[in-house]
């Protein structure tokens, strides 16, 4: 039986290092699922065709995470056919053995509500935005702005907005070190079972 875990939460909350952390300790797959959005955004041109044509090659693009193109994928992220034109990619491979990892917005409310074990990981607005500033190499302040705007976004759009699931675990990094968070989160997924 494949052993799905999904993890959401807003922009730089630490739920992309949790995620890779979880697969490497458990040997499970890993996707990114915020990637499918930021290649459809950067692919131009009309995005539900975009998702439609998503290839491997768009995922492998060296522009993908950049602050532009975060805005730009929760742009068309927003789009109902976008998203559907998503789905299914994501659910086949949520169902693989040994198991596997998402990571993104929706992956406890929609693309998989039957996941063994669903994360929530939060932190402060400011501890987000001073993480991302030193990742990008980029203004605290301006980098707070541009995570606001997509993350209200993001829980605002009618399909599928950014929310934990009712029965998710929450998980607030913001006065944990990244090892420390990574130790809480295995210890929940086995606890689930794995
Ligand atoms: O996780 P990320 O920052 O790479 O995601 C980029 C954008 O993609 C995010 O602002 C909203 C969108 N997204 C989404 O709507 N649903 C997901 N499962 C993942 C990302």
């Known amino acids: 039986m494949p052993?799905?875990?999904?993890?959401d939460g807003p922009a730089a909350s630490g739920k992309g290092t949790i995620a890779r952390a979880l697969?490497?300790?458990f040997g499970f797959a890993h996707l990114d699922t915020g990637l499918l959005y930021r290649a459809v955004g950067a692919r131009g041109g009309d995005p539900v065709q975009a998702a439609l044509d998503l290839s491997p090659a768009d995922l492998a693009r060296d522009d993908l995470r950049t602050a532009a193109a975060g805005q730009a994928a929760s742009r068309v992220a927003a789009i109902p056919l976008v998203r559907a034109a998503l789905v299914d990619f994501q659910r086949r491979f949520a169902r693989q053995d040994p198991g596997a990892v998402l990571d993104g917005r929706d992956?406890?409310?929609v693309i998989c509500p039957e996941a063994e074990i669903k994360l929530y990981v939060t932190a402060s607005d400011e501890i987000r935005a001073h993480r991302r500033a030193l990742?990008?190499?980029a203004d605290p302040a301006q980098i707070l702005r541009e995570l606001r705007e997509r993350d209200a976004r993001d829980a605002a759009r009618d399909v599928a907005p950014m929310r934990p699931a009712d029965d998710a675990v929450l998980l607030d990094t913001s006065?944990?070190?990244?090892?420390d968070a990574v130790v809480h989160a295995i210890a929940l997924v086995k606890g689930a079972g794995a």
């Not at 052993?3 to 993890?7: G, L």
């Open 3 to 7: 052993f799905t875990i999904a993890i």
């Open 23 to 25: 697969a490497g300790h």
């Open 107 to 109: 992956i406890g409310t």
């Open 135 to 137: 990742e990008l190499g």
């Open 175 to 179: 006065r944990m070190s990244i090892d």
